[in-house]
T-cell receptor, first 116, second 115 residues
Framework: AQTVTQSQPEMSVQEAETVTLSCTYD???????LFWYKQPPSRQMILVIR??????QNATENRFSVNFQKAAKSFSLKISDSQLGDTAMYFC?????????????FGKGTHLIIQP | GAGVSQSPSNKVTEKGKDVELRCDPI?????LYWYRQSLGQGLEFLIY????????KSGLPSDRFSAERTGGSVSTLTIQRTQQEDSAVYLC?????????????FGDGTRLSIL
């Protein structure tokens, strides 16, 4: 079974600072995808960034980047120049091949608060 | 609409009643997923449809839960004889296919409260 662990239930930083959210996972699969989703109070889950396990290069999307360490099974999210609108729950998630039948496996989330 | 649509947005019902939750995926998306998000928890995968079929129903929490999808589009999640522990936000997602490279797009969810 796959598991995803987010060890930081809540984090708070000042606007414009850089923040890193941690995520570790456990799987015996070699090919998989990793995702970070953002869930603001509106409840909608919004895909922030994704990483394919066979790609060594870390994914980046504007202010969002990941540090993917496959051997360590670590997938942290870095948010640069944080903005008030980044305040939300952030979930790390994982999917394996044929994973349609299993869906995404999510961590319990990190509540990120950006202070003005 | 362009996104995944779920209804109702909120549902309050008495213990023991049956409820039906609806999900209308993005047009053309063949894969559809249901998740449950309990208070303070991450999302728990319930069931996946590829077209109208659900290859694995073992993620459903109990036999009081059932789901169907007709016409390869709208899906309904039915909970019979609701219990208080069924209170949660039920999220639906869809994707173009069930492959790894197809991101899931989520609806706003249905908040279910069992009194």
């Amino acid at each position: 079974a796959q598991t995803v662990t987010q060890s930081q239930p809540e984090m708070s930083v000042q606007e414009a600072e850089t923040v890193t959210l941690s995520c570790t996972y456990d799987t015996s699969e070699n090919n998989y995808y990793l995702f970070w989703y953002k869930q603001p109070p509106s409840r909608q889950m919004i895909l922030v960034i994704r990483q394919e396990a066979y790609k060594q290069q870390n994914a980046t999307e504007n202010r969002f980047s990941v540090n993917f360490q496959k051997a360590a099974k670590s997938f942290s999210l870095k948010i640069s120049d944080s903005q008030l609108g980044d305040t939300a729950m952030y979930f790390c998630a994982f999917m394996i091949p044929g994973g349609g039948a299993d869906g995404l496996t999510f961590g319990k989330g990190t509540h990120l608060i950006i202070q003005p | 609409g362009a996104g995944v649509s779920q209804s109702p947005s909120n549902k309050v019902t008495e213990k023991g009643k049956d409820v039906e939750l609806r999900c209308d995926p993005i047009s053309g998306h063949t894969a559809l997923y249901w998740y449950r998000q309990s208070l303070g928890q991450g999302l728990e995968f319930l069931i996946y449809f590829q077209g109208n079929s659900a290859p694995d129903k073992s993620g459903l929490p109990s036999d009081r839960f059932s789901a169907e999808r007709t016409g390869g589009s709208v899906s309904t999640l039915t909970i019979q004889r609701t219990q208080q522990e069924d209170s949660a936000v039920y999220l639906c997602a869809s994707s173009l296919g069930g492959g790894l490279d197809q991101p899931q797009h989520f609806g706003d969810g249905t908040r279910l409260s069992i009194l």
